[in-house]
């Protein structure tokens, strides 16, 4: 497979490797993006940990929570602006998206949009509605409902909802007690973004894929075969340290891991407290974003005034 210009960008964009060595691992790959973030891990090429989706769409993030905060639901909004975004109608309209995620039990993103709407119609006829109303594409890209017996749900919402976050604990406590808690630990995630709860999260494949590419960095570094197993043994406990949220260093107290700190909050309320699930959105991330300067979309959106 030919490797374009576009490809070897994107791979640098993804990696922060250098152009050649991007062109290099791709043609090694045949042109595969995947298998060449790979190539380049596994030379020690490549700045990233994992491979990151780039952020995007413009938008927002909205969180909603019932009485007792034993459900809750996040859905992100996408718009072409980030001027839209900041547009009142459409803060209102994401708002009513979330609760109207939460007081539902849509399955899918269709069923979703085929929700009633007050008085507009579907959900879809609102979205419609509004792109013609404002002026500006827009997309209602994912939501997900929190429903867990015996659970509390804490939200946590950064920049204004460009970052919204969901801390599930499995607890007797009230949303009250473990408010504060709770919201510590879902700014740890805002922050941090680990990519699991517990290592009992982590699939067994991705440890193994991981295996394979520390093993294959310790033996381009020259190490010794016999002492290579020992190597990637403690460079992966080292990783899982840092994509598993019960694992990491709490950001308000390096002395303590998330987990001691949950811990020595749950002995001071006097209940049992376990993390079982967190949810967090970005907007746009993983989405290709439209370069465009403000000052041309300004006059655009005038000359179409």
Same mark, same amino acid.
């Given at each position: ?6 490809? *070897?960008?994107?791979?640098?964009? =993804?990696?922060?490797? +250098? =152009? =050649? ?9 045949? #042109? %595969? ?5 790979? *190539? ?12 990151? +989706? ?7 993030? #909205? ?16 718009? /072409? ?5 900041? $547009? ?15 007081? $539902? ?15 507009? +119609? ?13 002026? /500006? ?22 920049? #204004? +909802? ?9 607890? %007797? ?8 808690? #709770?919201? %510590? *630990? ?6 941090? $973004? ?27 570094? !020259? ?23 019960? %694992? ?5 107290? $390096? ?14 309320? !006097? ?5 079982? !699930?967190? *949810? ?26």
């Amino acid at each position: 497979m030919a490797v374009t210009a576009a490809m *070897v960008k994107e791979l640098r964009e =993804m990696t922060g490797a +250098g =152009m =050649m060595d991007c062109k290099k691992a791709l043609v090694e790959a045949d #042109g %595969d993006m995947e298998k060449a973030v790979e *190539v380049l891990r596994e030379k020690g090429l490549s700045k990233a940990a994992k491979k990151a +989706g780039r952020i995007a769409a413009q938008g927002l993030v #909205g969180i909603a929570f019932n009485a007792d905060s034993s459900q809750a639901a996040i859905i992100e909004v996408n718009s /072409e602006t980030d001027f839209v975004a900041k $547009n009142e109608e459409f803060i209102e309209f994401v708002d009513k998206l979330a609760k109207l995620a939460l007081e $539902n039990d849509a399955a899918d993103m269709d069923a979703f949009m085929a929700l009633p709407y007050e008085g507009e +119609g579907t959900v879809q006829d609102a979205l419609n509605s509004k792109i013609s109303k404002i002026g /500006e594409n827009m997309n209602i890209r994912r939501f997900q409902k929190i429903a867990e017996p015996g659970t509390v749900n804490v939200g946590y919402v950064h920049g #204004g +909802g460009k970052i919204c976050v969901i801390v599930t604990m499995k607890t %007797d406590a009230s949303a009250e007690e473990v408010s504060v808690m #709770g919201k %510590d *630990v879902a700014m740890q995630v805002a922050s941090m $973004n680990p990519q699991y709860v517990s290592e009992d999260d982590v699939d067994p494949e991705f440890i193994e894929s991981e295996k394979k590419i520390l093993v294959q960095q310790a033996l381009n570094e !020259g190490k010794p075969a016999d002492i290579v197993e020992k190597m990637v043994i403690g460079r992966l406990k080292k990783e899982l340290k840092e994509t598993c949220l019960l %694992d990491q260093k709490f950001v308000k107290d $390096n002395d303590l891991t998330v987990a001691q700190y949950v811990k020595n909050c749950a002995k001071e309320i !006097g209940k049992d407290v376990a993390v079982v !699930g967190m *949810v967090r959105y970005e907007v746009g991330e993983g989405i290709e974003k439209k370069e465009e300067n403000f000052a041309e979309e300004v006059a655009k959106q005038m000359a179409g005034k």
